[in-house]
């Protein structure tokens, strides 16, 4: 489980004085925090799950991106390093991202199992594939392929 992996990431952060990974996953467990406070509105008491984790650390991947283009811009190249290096470790947590041929295989079977059609029964597809590769498909990638496959 994610929160684990966090928590023993933290504890070794510590004793190796690593002041960088020591930020960084504590800001990752104050993410999940804030999601498993959200969660409780809706009736979700012992937490979110790990799919939900990992948008949340897809998000603070994306927001880092985001950031160093704006640093860079701005002449702080100090500060496009720092996030750099806290995607890094944001990213050891992630699963490895599916490879093309791997996600037009999924894909294949989502169909399959789906018995989908046409263009119609996209959404089917698309959900399916995202209950069962929720993380590790880059589903901006996926839509094309379904598109064109059920065409």
């Known amino acids: 489980m994610l929160r684990e992996r966090f928590n023993e990431a933290l504890k070794a952060a510590m004793r190796e004085r690593n002041a960088l ?12 925090k804030d999601r498993d406070i959200a969660a409780r509105s809706r009736g979700v008491t012992d937490g979110v799950d790990d799919g ?9 991947v994306k927001q880092r991106q985001d950031s160093i283009g704006l640093y860079r811009e701005g002449g702080r190249p100090e500060l496009a390093d720092k996030e750099a290096a806290e995607i890094a470790v944001i990213e050891g947590f992630m699963p490895k991202p599916m490879a093309d041929d791997e996600v037009a295989a999924a894909v294949a079977a989502a169909i399959a199992a789906t ?11 698309m959900a399916e594939l995202r209950s069962r590769h929720a993380g590790v498909m880059d589903f901006a990638k996926a839509g094309p392929l379904v598109k064109q496959a059920l065409a």
């Open 21 to 32: 990974t020591v930020s960084t996953v504590r800001m990752i467990l104050a993410g999940v």
């Open 52 to 60: 939900e984790i990992l948008n949340l650390l897809r998000n603070m």
């Open 115 to 125: 018995g989908a059609a046409s263009v119609k029964d996209m959404g089917k597809v």
